[in-house]
Structures are given as structure tokens and as C-alpha cells.
């Protein structure tokens, strides 16, 4: 399988920088969630054209450790943009998943759940969404604006050029929203927000274009996984789940590139447990029973938030689950 790129092809290139001498360009940065999906439907069906208008290209940035239905979900958005002579820029910082386990080199921290040596728990600092999925994105933003490149590196943004960069964020994701001001060649927007639309508005616009099973993006091995993932994965996606029991294995004793030896074990199922052990068919609701949060804690647990590269998840742990998680 040919592995994406690390920048936009050269006919994208030409094409957007072109474009870019005389207008803004519009963006989509591309999760392949259900939010970012209906972004790009409602673009190439000129649905909410004062809103939404035709994309000048979609950015969706590969970790190279998606599950296979994210892939697969990924072909029909290419299609749908291809009919809509919509750039689709797919690229990539590197496998993941390797780079987590590989005994040498750069790493980017993933948020493993860690048992100390003494009991203690705690959970390792989340890099690895800046440095696979913020990073390239704002790469290639700056590479389609003008910006030289050189030996892989891409410089300033030539002065007058600028970027709307569109984020998947609903209507009911509104707190995800960083209050960050405009920057010096680009600005995100969130049009469903505009819009007031809800994620299950998504779903629903979604369903009738024949998307209803649009998966949510993130990597298998991702510890911010509930247990609703776990178990759907476990039982209709047997690869993923072999995949992340065997990633959960060998990350035990945290990233080797690290050169410091981690003082315990890590794990990717919140319970610090093997998570080919772990108990993920157990009713989260009836295991906090009693204890204060147990209503919004039940719902983290089971139907965790999307991991964006444009949203803190900080801010929706429940306390319980950061006080307990080391968060």
C-alpha cells in the first residue's frame, strides 16, 4: 500500500498557490468523523453555500494506525470530493504506531493511562495530536499559501495570503472551541456551530447521502477509547482489536525512544489493566454507582469525545475521571 505523503502533490500545489495570489482560500481540515464529514457533503452539495462554500481542497491528516472502517469511510469522501472537483490533500508526519515502539529517535507522547511502581496512577502528557495531526495540517496550510519548500521543509507564508480554515465542530461541541484569534495567514471557523447544527443533525444529513455508518476517527490504540469502542470493536472489527491488544502489549513499558525508563507500566484501557484482560463489557454507570459525578463520569466513559486537533479534551474529563486518570 502506498504511504501518503508528507505534503500536498505537486498539481495541488500549483493549483491552490495559484488561486491564493487573488482570494482567501477556503479549507477543510478533515478529521473523517461525522462532523467533518458532513462539512465536506454540505460543500460539494452546495447545501449552506453563505456558510459552507465550495472548498478550495480538504486536509486530512494520516496517523497511519486508523481503523480499517476509517479507511475505508475515507475512499468515499475522496469520491465525494473528486465529483466535486474538490482537492483532496491527504498526508502524513509517520506511522504512529511505530514511532511509538520504534527504540530510537523522535516521539510524540501518547495519553497512556500509568500504573507506578507503588500503586500510584497517573497518565502520560497527549503530544502525539499536535505532532500527527496539527503540525502536518498547518504544513501543508502554509504549503498551498506560497510558502517555500525546501528539503521537506516549509517556510513563511508570502505576506497578503490567507487561509478560512474550517473545523468540524457541532452546534453541541461549542465549549471544545479554543478562543484563539485570528493568526497571520490563517483563521478557523466553525460553520456548524454557525449553523446550529447538532452532531445527530450530522448523522441525519449524513444517513441520507448513504453515510449512516460513519465512524469516529481515532487511532486504535487511542487510551482515550471507552469502553463502548473497545467492545464494538472487539466484537465487529477482530483486526483492530488484535491490532490495539497487540499495541497495548508492547507499550507496556512506555515509548524505548524515550531513553528514560518509565517508573511502572503503561496501558491503553483506562483501568490500567492488560486490555485484552480488561473488563469493558461491565456497566460503567453501576461501577461508579455512589460516587459524586457519576451521571457525567458514565457518559465519559462510554462515549468519550472525539480526539481533535482543534479542541482541549482536557476541559470534558469530569473531574472524577481526571482526578483518577492523573489528568
Not at 448523522?203 to 460513519?214: H, I, K, R, S, V
Request: charged share 25%.
Amino acid at each position: 500500500m502506498k504511504l501518503p505523503p508528507a505534503l500536498p502533490s505537486k498539481a495541488q500545489l500549483e493549483r491552490l498557490r495559484a488561486t491564493a495570489t487573488y482570494r482567501t482560500l477556503n479549507l477543510c481540515s478533515l478529521g473523517a468523523g461525522v462532523q467533518s464529514s458532513t462539512l465536506l457533503i454540505m460543500s460539494a452539495l452546495g447545501l449552506a453555500p453563505r456558510e459552507i462554500p465550495r472548498y478550495d481542497a480538504v486536509i486530512f491528516a494520516d496517523t497511519q494506525f486508523e481503523p480499517d472502517a476509517v479507511y475505508k469511510h475515507l475512499e468515499k469522501l475522496q469520491e465525494i470530493a473528486h465529483a466535486a472537483d474538490i482537492p483532496f490533500i491527504r498526508i502524513s508526519a509517520g506511522n504512529i504506531r511505530h514511532d511509538a515502539l520504534k527504540p530510537s529517535g523522535h516521539y510524540a507522547t501518547m495519553p497512556l493511562h500509568i500504573l507506578g511502581d507503588q500503586g500510584g496512577r497517573g497518565m502520560l502528557r497527549r503530544q502525539c495530536t499536535d505532532e500527527y495531526k496539527v503540525k502536518p495540517i498547518r504544513r501543508s496550510v502554509r504549503a498551498v499559501l506560497g510558502a517555500p519548500i525546501e528539503d521537506g521543509h516549509v517556510g513563511k507564508v508570502p505576506a497578503g495570503r490567507y487561509a478560512m480554515q474550517h473545523i468540524g465542530f457541532s452546534f453541541d461541541e461549542e465549549r471544545r472551541v479554543r478562543d484563539e484569534p485570528p493568526g497571520a495567514y490563517n483563521e478557523l471557523e466553525y460553520p456548524l456551530i454557525r449553523l446550529r447544527m447538532t452532531r445527530q443533525d450530522c448523522m441525519d444529513m449524513l444517513a441520507q447521502y448513504g453515510l449512516e455508518n460513519t465512524p469516529k476517527s481515532a487511532c486504535i490504540g487511542c487510551p482515550f477509547s471507552g469502553n463502548s469502542r473497545w467492545r464494538a470493536m472487539r466484537d465487529t472489527q477482530p483486526d483492530d482489536w488484535a491490532a490495539a491488544v497487540e499495541f497495548d502489549e508492547q507499550i507496556r513499558h512506555g515509548h524505548p525512544a524515550a531513553g528514560v525508563a518509565l517508573k511502572g507500566r503503561a496501558f491503553v484501557h483506562r483501568s490500567r489493566v492488560a486490555l485484552a484482560q480488561a473488563d469493558i463489557d461491565r456497566v460503567t454507570a453501576h461501577e461508579w454507582r455512589g460516587r459524586q459525578g457519576e451521571i457525567s463520569l458514565a457518559r465519559y466513559e462510554e462515549e468519550p469525545p472525539g480526539c481533535s486537533p482543534y479542541g482541549c479534551r482536557r476541559t470534558e474529563i469530569p473531574p472524577e475521571a481526571a482526578v483518577e486518570a492523573g489528568a
